[in-house]
């Protein structure tokens, strides 16, 4: 199976400008989360799609949006740009437990480096 | 509030040699505790995960600890190689079909040759 997919892998904006991102997951994986890494803050959950619907939701901002669509390919947004959200954007998709998935397994994909300048 | 937090954060360990990077918790309530492991370029990779009901899991070359009395995990990898040089991570998730999880703060592992 191929891989979760990402695009595009980089990505240079001014601030106050917009961005989407664009995760397609893994065929059969229905979850896709998302996540943004830092230097300073490392690791931290954004949102989750499952079935259309976010399930879950981490501590950012309004301006971090995301929408999931009926072939489980996914997008999320950026709106009104800081300094502070260039990071690297990764996607993660997850099987369920009927297809013999893990609780917290999770595959990623390779990023969206986001610089905004 | 919850965190998942790492006590060192680079290590080097000699080719061939055993390693342990260990992560502590707060979150008495979570249900999984896994491991990720991230090389330069790429996305968090699973490596193995371990139920807040067991003590220890193994893997392939890779042991899991948990000792939920100090809120402490620890992975072992044995024999290390080249390959095992990346930043790991540990993560908590709460209970199955939540797909929210709370990652440490990473480690980085340097396998000497």
């Known amino acids: 199976k191929a891989g979760v997919t990402q695009t595009p892998r980089y990505l240079i904006k001014t601030r106050g400008q917009q961005v989407t991102l664009s995760c397609s997951p893994i065929?059969?994986?229905?979850?896709v989360s998302w996540y943004q890494q830092t230097p300073g803050q490392g690791l931290q959950f954004l949102f989750e799609?499952?079935?259309?619907?976010?399930?879950n939701k981490g501590n950012f901002p309004g301006r971090f949006s995301g929408r999931q669509f009926s072939n489980s390919r996914s997008e999320m947004n950026v709106s009104t740009l800081e300094l502070g959200d260039s990071a690297l954007y990764l996607c993660?998709?997850?099987?369920?437990?009927?297809?013999?998935?893990?609780?917290?397994?999770?595959?990623f994909g390779p990023g969206t480096r986001l610089t905004v300048t | 509030g919850e965190s998942v937090g790492l006590h060192l954060p680079t290590l080097s360990v000699q080719e061939g040699d055993n390693s342990i990077i260990n992560c502590a918790y707060s979150?008495?309530?979570?249900?999984?505790f896994i491991w990720y492991k991230q090389e330069s370029g790429k996305g968090p990779q699973f490596i193995i995960d371990?139920?807040?009901?067991?003590d220890k899991r193994q893997g392939q070359r890779v042991t899991v600890l948990l000792n939920k009395t100090v809120k402490h995990l620890s992975l072992q990898i044995a024999a290390t190689q080249p390959g095992d040089s990346a930043v790991y991570f540990c993560?908590?998730?709460?209970?199955?079909?939540?797909?929210?999880?709370?990652f440490g703060t990473g480690t980085r592992l340097t396998i000497i040759p």
């Open positions: 993660a998709s997850s099987p369920n437990a009927l297809t013999g998935g893990r609780p917290g397994e999770q595959y």
């Open positions: 065929s059969g994986h229905r979850s």
């Open positions: 799609y499952f079935s259309e619907t976010q399930r």
């Open positions: 979150n008495s309530a979570s249900d999984y």
């Open positions: 371990i139920r807040s009901n067991m």
């Open positions: 993560a908590e998730n709460r209970y199955f079909g939540n797909e929210k999880l709370t």
